[in-house]
């Protein structure tokens, strides 16, 4: 019996000496059953249309009140018939509800939305039935996840969304279960563990439904995993099927043909370090093929030198795949970037529709992965169509028309010199939802143009030493300075440029851009009245002209957004809701957008809410904290530091996010130094304890590290 068996077999106990159901969630209540369309459940609340079963997602489209899948629909083009909020009417849209989520981790969940009831999920996996008309929670869940597990993620402990079948809730653990919750009540129905818990591996991507089956993938390519995609019976969370997606030791049997094929394109021993290829997020289904759609991420560790040394495309890194739902079996891939060597991953969203290209109408799927191009697949076999720079790209001259392969620059793969590449690990385009439009004819990409130094790592071992490693990296990029350093002396060294660009898929060309203050903003919303709705990490919620980019509305939210909106409606008006609250540093880093609690905002037409006061009060400036520390400590601080803290944190670098800028820690901060790295004061907030691999000594060192670049930072503010 596993840990939740135990769980539910104690609630089950004590519900029976306290007359409770088993494993009941905080402020439970029967209204979601009413309108969930649970059999047996309350039906005095209001009419409901049935539940949502396959037929409801796959007409998800059509039922323009609710918001059912993640991405609206299994299309995932975020575009919504709704029409009632409009360029004409738009100056009247105010605020309905807000609902603070007592939380100030990271925030990108889409929220899903049925016959009026909300359901997010929010930071440590937890999941929330919302009461859209009142803005009131009915009940929360906390699966419990171990604060420690914080260490095995690479981007926080985030959880971008549920999935909703026939009336229960489906949401995947940082940790790695699949949880099936009654959406009446948030009381587990079943768990299950669906990675190996002896490997960092974790879940941030919302599940998908496809004919009665729960997708998930996992992510933890960073760490060293192999990655796969596992289908679950939705009623009873029996496994049906998995796909790995890179090949593993192959001196054991191939779990599929696919696997065998994969196994040629590798060399080496990939194996011992995971090979990577995790399928962490995007997803779309297409009924009428019966075809799902999933992109598979980064190679591990990054650089092919230490992975693949002998070359090779390294299949499914960094690929779209195209899966039969029934058996998990592969129907057609397309590789974007072959030998992924870059962190070039392939998992940003996939959208599907069908475009007039040459006078003939085909059926498409377009994607605007890291790597900086836009690509325009046939969806029915995987064909190539066409592939364009959409921000700055120099690691490629573009994609061959015929082959659909890229053409690689000389530099790129950064064997002989360190090597400044762009669009950088962060990509072109990341997690960040984009829409489609099909009334303009406009993909909405939320894109950022950036660079970084690529090296190879000449001491990085695995598990044991280079870039991150005490902290359970293995990407095996460095800088080395033995060898000479290409710059790129046409991109910009400055800071990294965010904007959003309307991109025509027909024309393969942008339409119009909006640069933006900060590069990590929010996932984007199109609507029938030709609305672009985005939250941005300098705290405001914006809405765009469609058609040129114009600003006709936007409002302060006082914190950093990067999850995306959704519209929906109840009663008969529409609202559109966002997340706000990036978490981390955003306040240090966005002077704009002070660090802000989570809330929920929703808006509708004549909506007269007042805002919540928002929280100003957040350090700024660099503190000046008196120490003293040789040279040497200094060093060898700098060095422990990149190893065991850059993967979270920054100093001075106009950064943070995932997690403060280190320059801005207060005294009280320093002078608890030893016990929050080494004893783990701060593990409930997911900080790790670091006293079982960093000595007093080297803690201090790292103390002083920080504390000398703090100096320096601000005595060049000055």
Not at 320 to 344: H, K, M, R
Not at 357 to 377: D, E, H
Not at 542 to 549: L, P, T
Not at 647 to 670: E, K, N, Q, Y
């Amino acid at each position: 019996m596993n840990r939740d068996s135990h769980l539910i077999l104690l609630c089950l106990l004590l519900s029976l000496a306290c007359n409770r159901r088993p494993g009941q969630a905080t402020n439970a209540s029967s209204k979601t059953a009413a309108l969930m369309g649970i059999p047996g459940s309350a039906t005095h609340i209001r009419q409901v249309t049935g539940p949502i079963d396959d037929d409801r997602l796959v007409h998800a489209g059509d039922r323009q009140q609710d918001w059912l899948t993640y991405g609206l629909n299994y299309a995932e083009d975020r575009y919504s018939p709704l029409t009632q909020i409009n360029k004409d009417n738009i100056r009247t849209l105010g605020l309905a509800w807000s609902l603070d989520l007592g939380t100030q981790r990271g925030l990108e969940a889409t929220a899903l939305v049925a016959d009026g009831i909300m359901f997010l999920t929010g930071p440590w996996s937890m999941v929330y039935a919302i009461d859209t008309r009142k803005g009131s929670v009915i009940w929360k869940y906390d699966p419990q996840v171990p604060r420690s597990y914080g260490e095995k993620t690479c981007c926080d402990v985030v959880n971008r969304g549920a999935a909703l079948f026939k009336g229960r809730v489906y949401v995947g653990t940082l940790d790695g279960r699949l949880i099936a919750l009654d959406a009446s009540t948030g009381i587990p129905v079943w768990s299950v563990m669906t990675v190996d818990t002896t490997k960092p591996y974790s879940i941030t991507g919302a599940p998908r439904i496809v004919q009665g089956k729960v997708i998930i993938g996992n992510g933890g390519a960073e760490y060293g995993v192999r990655g796969y995609i596992t289908a679950y019976d939705a009623l009873s969370g029996k496994q049906v099927w998995r796909f790995y997606t890179v090949p593993g030791d192959p001196a054991k049997p191939f779990e599929s043909k696919a696997m065998k094929d994969a196994a040629r394109t590798w060399t080496g021993e990939w194996w011992k370090y995971g090979g990577g290829g995790t399928a962490w997020d995007a997803m779309a289904y297409d009924p009428a093929l019966n075809l799902l759609y999933v992109g598979t991420g980064n190679g591990s560790p990054w650089d092919r030198n230490y992975r693949s040394p002998g070359g090779g495309d390294n299949l499914y890194l960094s690929s779209i795949l195209a899966i039969n739902p029934e058996n998990g079996q592969l129907v057609w891939y397309y590789q974007t970037t072959p030998g992924e060597s870059w962190d070039f991953t392939a998992t940003q969203p996939i959208i599907l529709a069908d475009l007039i290209l040459k006078g003939q109408k085909r059926k498409i799927l377009m994607q605007a992965p890291k790597n900086g191009f836009f690509y325009v697949l046939d969806r029915t076999n995987g064909a190539f169509i066409s592939a364009d720079p959409y921000v700055y790209v120099n690691w490629a001259k573009g994609v061959d028309q015929t082959s659909g392969r890229p053409l690689e620059n000389r530099s790129a793969r950064y064997t002989k010199e360190n090597s400044d590449v762009a669009p950088d690990y962060d990509g072109g385009h990341n997690w960040h939802p984009m829409a489609y439009n099909p009334r303009t004819g406009l993909v909405y990409i939320p894109a950022r143009e950036n660079i970084a130094t690529y090296g190879h790592d000449p001491n990085w071992i695995y598990n044991k030493r280079g870039g991150g490693v005490g902290n359970g990296w293995n990407v095996s990029i460095g800088f080395d300075s033995s060898v000479p350093t290409r710059r790129d002396t046409l991109a910009s060294r400055k800071d990294p440029r965010g904007m959003l660009i309307a991109w025509d898929p027909v024309q393969r060309k942008e339409i119009w851009r909006v640069d933006q203050k900060n590069n990590w903003n929010g996932g984007v919303l199109a609507t029938a009245s030709d609305l672009v709705f985005q939250g941005t990490a300098d705290g405001f919620f914006v809405a765009y002209d469609a058609k040129n980019g114009a600003v006709v509305w936007q409002v302060s939210v006082g914190g950093g957004v990067i999850a995306p909106p959704v519209t929906y409606m109840v009663d008969g008006r529409q609202y559109v809701s966002l997340v706000a609250g990036w978490g981390g540093g955003v306040g240090m880093k966005f002077k704009s957008a002070p660090l802000q609690p989570g809330r929920v905002y929703t808006f509708t037409l004549g909506g007269t809410k007042e805002f919540p006061e928002f929280n100003k009060s957040i350090v700024t400036s660099i503190p000046e904290i008196p120490f003293s520390a040789t040279n040497e400590e200094i060093t060898h601080g700098r060095e422990l530091f990149r190893s065991y803290c850059s993967t979270c944190h920054v100093i001075a670098h106009g950064g943070g996010g995932l997690a403060p800028d280190l320059a801005f820690a207060s005294p009280t901060t320093h002078r608890n130094f030893l016990a929050i790295v080494r004893d783990g004061a701060y593990l409930p907030f997911g900080m790790p304890r670091f006293g079982n691999r960093l000595s007093e000594r080297e803690t201090l060192d790292i103390q002083k590290f920080i504390l000398s670049s703090a100096k320096r930072a601000r005595y060049q503010s000055k």
